[in-house]
Structure formats: structure tokens, C-alpha cells
């Protein structure tokens, strides 16, 4: 086994090295603490690896992403979002038979509990869709409780995976319906996964909706361009909090927080408002270029920048391109994708960008369509997490199978006081 030698002080440790399937090497530091004291230390873990996984690879340099070692072009173009859930969740993509149980298991799965729904009433209107969405999906613990034990078990988990995937589409449309107050359109089992959902978003009784191909297309690719991107913010929370053995719901109820926040997936509702703010008070791209330059400034450039790409986002280059064939079928000027598309061009052309390797992300142009296709602002997180959810329940597994499986616990380096005490007087 190939080995790294690390001198520490007078000592030399030797520290085996991790190679994975596409070259990528690790060092292993394990035991580095127990054979020398020391541990290392890494900031917001810009180099540090949590596990070893056969899901998703990603290359950041190259701009390379794959789920189950097929390319993200491959399956946003050719597969259906069920397929490639299943195929994160069981590492391979479903025959026919197996198609037709997880189909059957969505379906059956797709109704919300009628004392569930009934959470929905006492929420305020103000409330943001994914406060709703974490509170419902760990609302689920309350009505399938299911223990640690019987997780393991195959078919158990596989039943509590496709209600997750399943009823999150219908929380979420839910919870959009109480938003505007119209009544709640509730799943038919006559609908693919992706027809159904829009069909429940916007159906109202005074005016059906009509689900197009192109529409159920697009929230498609969607969905299957969000489903797994490995050891980000939320699958990394996801894993941590799911390794203190706590159930799947609350597992991925803490990943769902994860994502909201705007340097994560709430980046994708952060663009959509800068591009607006840009608009309504007529700033030049100059300054909107400076400004996120600034460092005396908090303003940063919504969906720019990556803690693994350094190039392209490849996901950002497909959602570029149908943004744009969208518009362009249907004749339509969007403002906000010309101030998106002239703020890429400045940005891609400023040193400090280059330098940082800055380049617009997944959360850049996807609310440009989301928001052709009808979806508020408020609901493109949630989106984002419809997406991940297989993603987050098939690391959550492969982190529970793993040999030997242990609490996720890191360390740190104490820099408080050496001693104090409780003041004598108050
Ligand atoms: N606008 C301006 N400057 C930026 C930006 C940006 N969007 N992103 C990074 N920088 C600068 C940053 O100030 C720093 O400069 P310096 O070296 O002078 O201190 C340098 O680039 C490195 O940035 P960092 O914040 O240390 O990088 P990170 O890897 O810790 O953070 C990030 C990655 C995505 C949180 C960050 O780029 C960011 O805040 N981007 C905007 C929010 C965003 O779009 N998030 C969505 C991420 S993709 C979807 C997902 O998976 O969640």
C-alpha cells in the first residue's frame, strides 16, 4: 500500500493513501492522533474528505459530473427523473419490472396523510415555502414512525424512500397552494411524477391547467440536474445528523435546512432578486462588478463561484442553453436573462473573477426558467430539494452500509481561556 510520510517533530508517520476509481489520491489520517497527538485542522473542510462513496463524482477542474459513472448530460438529456432516482438510490437504473414497483410505490405514496394536511391550516401565509417543507418532511417522523432497526431492513428503507421522493412533490405544491390560499389539487395517479406535481401546483378549479410536454420536459431535466452533487453542505448534514442513527425523515429534514441557506441552494431565489433589484434601480453591470469585488462590501454575486468548480459548472451549461432556446422559441426579450447573460460576460472578463476561478453555478440561470415556467421565486429552493432528495436518501444509505460505520464527530483546536470562574458577585 502506498504510504505518505508526514515529519511531525522528531517523528515520521507513516499515513496509507486512498486512491478512488478516477485517480483522485487521499491521505488517510485516521490514526494520525493516536500515533502522534496531532490532528489537522481544515476550515469549512476545503480539503477534507468525510467518506468514501460510489455515488456521484465530481471534477471540478474539468467540470465533470456523474451519477453511478454516467455523465450529467447524458441522463438530462436522455433519462427520467424516477430512473435516476432509482438509479442513485439502488447504483443501478431499474428494468422494466423494477420501473413498474417504484412507479407503483410513488403512487401509492403520493397522498398526504388527511391529519397531516391539516398542519398546513394552522401556517401562517407570510411563511417561506421551505420552513414548510423541513417542517412537514420531519412532520413525517411523527406519522410513519420508523426506528433505526427496522431501517436497515431492504424493503423497509425502500418503502420509506419512495414516500420521501413521492410525497415531497406533494408537500411542496402544497404548500404554494396555502401561500396563495387557493384550494389544494391533490395527486392522480393517472400522471407521470413530473406532469403531476405541475398538475397540483397549478390547477385551480376556475382555471385548469394544461400540462405540456415541453413543460414536464423541462421540470425533468430540472429535477435530474439537482439530484446528487456528493459531500456539498446539505448531503454532508444529511450524513452527520443520520449518523447518530436518527430517522431518514429527520435525516434529510436537516439537509433541506442545509440547502436554504443563500451561499447553498437559496442561492437560486438570491439571483433572481439581485437580477430584479438590478433592474427596478437601473444599476450598470460596471458597478453591480465592483461592488461584489468590493471587500468592504457583504454583497457577493449570486450564483457565481464554487467550492469544487473552478471552470464550469457543467449543470450551469445546460440550464444556460435551455433558458435561452426557451426564450428564443417563444420570442420572448426577458430582461433579467440579458442582465444575467451581460453580467456573466463582465464578470468572466474581470481579473478578480479569473483569478478566483468565479464562474456562474447551477443556481445562475435555473430561475430564469423557473420563472418562465411559473413558479414564484419563494418556491425555487424547494425545487432544488425535490431534486436532491434521492441524492440525500441514497448517501444516507451508503453512509449506514459503510465498514466500519461511525458517528460523524470531528475535533477541533481550543483557543478559549486556559481557566475561569463563575464571578463571586453578580
Ligand atoms: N462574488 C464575489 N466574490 C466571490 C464570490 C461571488 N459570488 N464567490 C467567491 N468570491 C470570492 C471570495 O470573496 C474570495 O475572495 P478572496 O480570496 O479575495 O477572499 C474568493 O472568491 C474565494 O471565495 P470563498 O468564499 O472563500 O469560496 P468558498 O469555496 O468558501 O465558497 C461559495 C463558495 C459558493 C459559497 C461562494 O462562491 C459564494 O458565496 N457564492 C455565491 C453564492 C452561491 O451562488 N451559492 C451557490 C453555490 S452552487 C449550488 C450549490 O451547490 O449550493
Redesign the pocket.
Known amino acids: 500500500m502506498e504510504k505518505a510520510k508526514l515529519h511531525l517533530e522528531s517523528q515520521i508517520i507513516e499515513l496509507p493513501i486512498v486512491t478512488g476509481t478516477m485517480g483522485e489520491k487521499g491521505i488517510d489520517i485516521t490514526n494520525l492522533r493516536n500515533e502522534s497527538g496531532f490532528i489537522t485542522l481544515d476550515n469549512?473542510y476545503?480539503n477534507t474528505g468525510s467518506c468514501k462513496s460510489s455515488i456521484t463524482f465530481v471534477d471540478g477542474e474539468k467540470g465533470i459530473l456523474k451519477y453511478r459513472g454516467v455523465d450529467i448530460s447524458e441522463l438530462a438529456e436522455k433519462a427520467m427523473f424516477t430512473e435516476v432516482a432509482y438509479l442513485l438510490i439502488n447504483g443501478t437504473f431499474p428494468n422494466a419490472e423494477e420501473k413498474k414497483i417504484f412507479s407503483t410505490q410513488l403512487t401509492e405514496n403520493s397522498m398526504l396523510h388527511e391529519d397531516m394536511i391539516k398542519f398546513f391550516h394552522s401556517v401562517p401565509p407570510t411563511a417561506h415555502p421551505m420552513a414548510i417543507l423541513s417542517t412537514m418532511v420531519n412532520a413525517m417522523s411523527i406519522f410513519y414512525p420508523q426506528y433505526f432497526v427496522e431501517q436497515q431492513n431492504d424493503d423497509v428503507y425502500k418503502l420509506m424512500a419512495a414516500r420521501l421522493i413521492s410525497k415531497i412533490r406533494t408537500i411542496a405544491a402544497f404548500s404554494y397552494k396555502k401561500s396563495i390560499g387557493d384550494p389544494f389539487v391533490y395527486p392522480r395517479h393517472d400522471l407521470r411524477y413530473c406532469g403531476n406535481f405541475l398538475n397540483m401546483m397549478f390547477h385551480s378549479p376556475v382555471k385548469p391547467y394544461e400540462i405540456s410536454p415541453e413543460a414536464e420536459r423541462l421540470m425533468n431535466m430540472l429535477l435530474i440536474l439537482h439530484a446528487d452533487?456528493e459531500q456539498?453542505?446539505s448531503t454532508s448534514t444529511v450524513r452527520l445528523v443520520g449518523s447518530s442513527k436518527v430517522n431518514l425523515y429527520s435525516s434529510v429534514c436537516a439537509g433541506i435546512c442545509a440547502l436554504w441557506g443563500?451561499?447553498?441552494?437559496g442561492?437560486n431565489q438570491e439571483v433572481i432578486e439581485m437580477l430584479e433589484h438590478i433592474k427596478k434601480t437601473n444599476m450598470s453591470i460596471k458597478s453591480v462588478i465592483e461592488n461584489?469585488?468590493d471587500k468592504n462590501s457583504t454583497f457577493?454575486?449570486?450564483?457565481?463561484?464554487?467550492?469544487v468548480y473552478k471552470n464550469f459548472d457543467p449543470r450551469m451549461k445546460i440550464l444556460k442553453k435551455e433558458a435561452q432556446a426557451f426564450l428564443a422559441k417563444r420570442k420572448i426579450s426577458d430582461p433579467l436573462m440579458n442582465i444575467a447573460l451581460e453580467l456573466e460576460e463582465a464578470a468572466l472578463k474581470d481579473d478578480f473573477f479569473i483569478e478566483?476561478g468565479?464562474y456562474p453555478?447551477?443556481?445562475f440561470y435555473s430561475g430564469i426558467l423557473y420563472r418562465e415556467m411559473g413558479f414564484p421565486t419563494d418556491m425555487f429552493t424547494v425545487l432544488f430539494a425535490m431534486g436532491r432528495m434521492p441524492g440525500w436518501i441514497a448517501q444516507w444509505k451508503e453512509m449506514h452500509d459503510s465498514v466500519p460505520f461511525k458517528i460523524g464527530r470531528p475535533r477541533q483546536i481550543y483557543i478559549g481561556p486556559k481557566e475561569a470562574h463563575y464571578p463571586e458577585s453578580q
Open positions: 469549512g476545503q452533487h456539498n453542505c443563500p451561499l447553498h441552494g442561492a461584489a469585488k457577493k454575486l449570486s450564483g457565481f463561484g464554487h467550492r478566483r468565479l453555478n447551477v443556481d
